[in-house]
């Protein structure tokens, strides 16, 4: 069941939900949100979801790794909100799970009754449109708000157009 959306209450706002990883359809959902969030008088919201790895060494070694992890992915989103600020003008909120992407996507979603869009790219890669595409077509992982699948080979000034 979908907790209710809070958009249409008073200081509430739509927020864009898109995803930050090393895929390179990545960069295409974050333009096409921004620029839908600016458009729109919305929120743009920026999540990187650090999947579990092999922290099972000793306490010292797994605390460096996920410390390591952290700073990876605080420096990924630094720079994605850094080139929205420059080339769209919108402030991102920026997030941090640990876990597997689909599971925290649908944390998040619950947690933040504002988010209302999900945002990604297909990628236009033979093997596929990208993870993250594929788990949202797969079975049982629907998400409870509408999903924007943004093509790849989209330019920016396509971008600008749609959004």
Known sequence: MVSKRLIREAGHRRKFLAIVDDTPEAERAIAYASRRAHSTGGVLVLLYVIEPGDFQHWL???????????????????????????????????????????????????????????????????????????????????????????PMNLSDEDIESLA
């Open 60 to 150: 010292g070694v797994e605390q460096i790794m996920r410390e390591e992890s952290r700073a990876t992915a605080a420096a990924a989103l630094d720079a994605h909100a850094a080139r929205v600020r420059e080339t769209v003008g919108v402030e991102p909120e920026l997030v941090i799970k640990d876990g597997t992407p689909t599971e925290e996507i649908h944390k998040l979603i619950e947690e933040d009754q504002d988010i209302a869009i999900l945002v990604l790219a297909a990628g236009s890669a033979k093997e596929g449109p990208g993870p993250l595409v594929t788990s949202v077509a797969g079975k049982g992982a629907a998400f409870p708000i509408p999903v924007t699948v943004v």
